[in-house]
């Protein structure tokens, strides 16, 4: 399915992206130009009143993108392990006794000693880095979605452990 989103100008205030729901309601996020974000979401009898609103910080929109982003992202590979024979995926948790907590993702070597791809780090509260590069830490308790073969996904598991 594919979504259009419009971009309109609002001269004094910032830029307004609206894109209509399958539900037929409208979204539009307003990034005012003294900083900030307005979520609102349009009335049902009339898509060119908003219906509610509510002010965001450059921090909350931010945490906002990182929860939606990970849960699409979630989503798809939990479709394409249905679509991809010998594909799999698993969520390992990193434990207090795992050589790893408190290091970086790259010391792991998960791709290089496995095969496999850490393709997303879910921190406590359910905050999620997508795509993580070798360089975000790693703290006890957050759980790594990783991509693989059964077997590399395995080895992975116990290289996390510290087995």
Not at 71 to 83: E, F, M, N, P, Y
Not at 103 to 108: A, N
């Amino acid at each position: 399915m594919s979504v259009h989103v419009e971009r309109a100008e609002l001269p004094g205030i910032g830029i307004r992206h609206d894109l209509e729901t399958e539900a037929g309601r409208r979204l539009s996020i307003v990034t005012l130009r003294e900083g900030g974000r307005e979520l609102a979401i349009s009335d049902e009898d009339d898509p060119d009143r908003a219906a509610s609103a509510i002010a965001l910080t450059d921090e909350e929109a931010t945490a906002l993108s990182e929860v939606l982003g990970g849960s699409v992202i979630l989503t798809q590979l939990a479709g394409l392990r249905k679509q991809v024979d010998g594909l799999s995926t698993s969520q390992i948790t990193l434990r207090a006794d795992s050589p790893f907590a408190d290091r970086r993702l790259g010391d792991t070597k998960a791709r290089t000693r496995t095969r496999c791809s850490i393709v997303a780090i879910v921190r406590a509260g359910g905050v999620v880095l997508p795509a993580p590069a070798p360089e975000d830490s790693l703290h006890v308790g957050d759980t790594l979605v990783a991509v693989g073969t059964p077997e590399g996904l395995e080895l992975l598991a116990r290289i996390i452990d510290g087995a």
